[in-house]
């Protein structure tokens, strides 16, 4: 059974830093590219960021360019998603969601793409 579970969210600050991670079981992680997606209150899930299967390309939404940093540890079967700068507007769950069919050197940027998805977890930034 495939599971992925978020950990690391919270409540910060706006300028604070928070680092998500996603821990992956049940599946061969470096054989899927990994993403983060968001869904704010009251709005869509959205894509933040994805990872091709060995860590070399990485993609961005454009809000999250430059405060955002997504990573994997392949042999922790792990995925990250550091973030910086944090802005009230980023509040929101946050859901890390693995790819098996794209080997991630082409972004994907939509939810049907992905074919696991973990739970989520809250992020909330104060002003």
């Known amino acids: 059974q495939v599971q992925l579970v978020e950990s690391g969210g919270g409540l910060v600050q706006a300028g604070g830093s928070l680092r998500l991670a996603c821990g992956a079981s049940?599946?061969?992680?470096?054989?899927?590219?990994m993403g983060w997606f968001r869904q704010a209150p009251r709005k869509e899930r959205e894509f933040v960021a994805t990872?091709?299967?060995?860590?070399?390309?990485?993609y961005y939404a454009d809000s999250m360019k430059g405060r955002f940093i997504i990573s994997r540890d392949n042999t922790k079967n792990t995925v990250f998603l550091q973030m910086n700068s944090l802005k009230p507007e980023d509040t929101a769950v946050y859901y890390c969601?693995?790819?098996?069919?794209?080997?991630?050197?082409?972004?994907?940027?939509?939810?049907?793409?992905?074919?696991?998805w973990g739970q989520g977890t809250q992020v909330t930034v104060s002003s």
């Open positions: 049940g599946l061969t992680f470096s054989s899927y590219a």
């Open positions: 969601a693995a790819d098996l069919r794209s080997d991630g050197s082409t972004p994907r940027r939509l939810e049907y793409e992905y074919e696991y």
């Open positions: 990872i091709s299967r060995g860590g070399r390309y990485t």
